[in-house]
């Protein structure tokens, strides 16, 4: 039996809380933890990682070095997400790694391939990298177990993804991200330079390594569960069908058209806080 002050006092106490609700009001200050940008948080969180985006294990010597190759134009919130999920990550996982940023500059078609060799070009000056993971900026592995390291063959890390309901699409799928060690990535010679808008560039790659007489790997599709940040396709990077017919030419092309015949013109090459990034002029479709 409660008094009718209390009475009144449990309403006003229940109207509050229901106009806090409401009104969606908090007590506590909003940028006091809301995220503004994941770039912020990611640089808060890895005071680790030098200038620059490189980081290595504190206690033991890794006997890879590996340079994380990411493709890029106009995706800054996806970088900066991928940077902010990502650098924990391969921190946890005790990686000699540096990440290096490669940004197509001018309007022209978007060409993921070249600008992969571009980066392993670039990384190669800049540290003894032996291991290259070329990634898209918008894939994020699931488990830890995922290891970003090479292996013994070339190694595709993202076939189990959860736009394709965590199955393969197809046998040769080899896209998303892979690793090559420096010896295979120079035996493929790298990726063809030819191949301008969305698509068929990693099967071709794919043709490339088994003309080289070699094969590759996949860790187990539990492991290599990975997420893909959704978007539209961009403006540039239109499906190009015209690329079908070069990828069963792999073999006879692989010599003459990848790291060999590599030509591009930095146009500037800045180092962020938690990685770097190169602005190349590759050129355009002929
Ligand atoms: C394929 C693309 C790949 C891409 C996968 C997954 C082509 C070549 C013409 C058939 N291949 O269709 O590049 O990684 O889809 O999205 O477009």
């Known amino acids: 039996n409660i008094g009718p002050i209390k009475k009144v006092s449990l309403r006003t106490a229940i109207l509050v809380i229901f106009i806090f609700i409401k009104f969606n ?32 294990p504190k206690n033991c010597t890794a006997l890879q070095r590996i340079a994380i190759i990411i493709p890029f134009r106009n995706r800054e919130t996806h970088l900066h997400y991928w940077l902010f999920y990502m650098h924990p990550f391969l921190q946890k996982q005790q990686g000699d790694y540096g990440i290096y940023v490669i940004e197509q ?6 060409n993921r391939a070249k600008l992969m060799n571009v980066g392993y070009a670039e990384a190669v000056k800049d540290y003894d990298y032996n291991c290259f993971i070329f990634s898209d900026v918008d894939i994020i592995p699931l488990d830890l177990q995922n290891l970003y390291r090479c292996s013994k063959k070339p190694k595709h890390m993202a076939h189990s993804l959860d736009k394709f309901n965590f199955r393969l699409p197809y046998k040769n799928l080899f896209g998303g991200i892979v690793a090559f060690t420096k010896e295979h990535y120079l ?18 790659l794919f043709q490339r390594v088994k003309a080289a007489g070699l094969s590759i790997e996949r860790a187990s599709s539990n492991i290599s569960r990975a997420r893909v940040f959704k978007h539209k396709r961009d403006r540039g990077n239109e499906r190009n069908l015209q690329n079908v017919h070069m990828i069963y030419k792999a073999k006879s092309r692989m010599n003459d058209d990848g790291l060999s015949s590599l030509k591009y013109t930095v146009i500037s090459f800045t180092k962020h806080r938690l990685y770097k990034k190169i602005t190349v002029d590759i050129g355009s479709p002929p």
């Open 25 to 56: 009001i908090s007590l506590i200050p909003s940028d006091s933890y809301c995220i503004i940008d994941p770039i912020e948080e990611a640089i808060f969180q890895n005071p680790d990682v030098s200038f620059g985006g490189h980081s290595k």
């Open 187 to 204: 035996k493929v010679n790298g990726f063809s330079n030819t191949f301008w808008g969305w698509g068929g560039e990693d099967d071709e």
């Open 105 to 110: 500059h001018g309007e022209s078609k978007f």
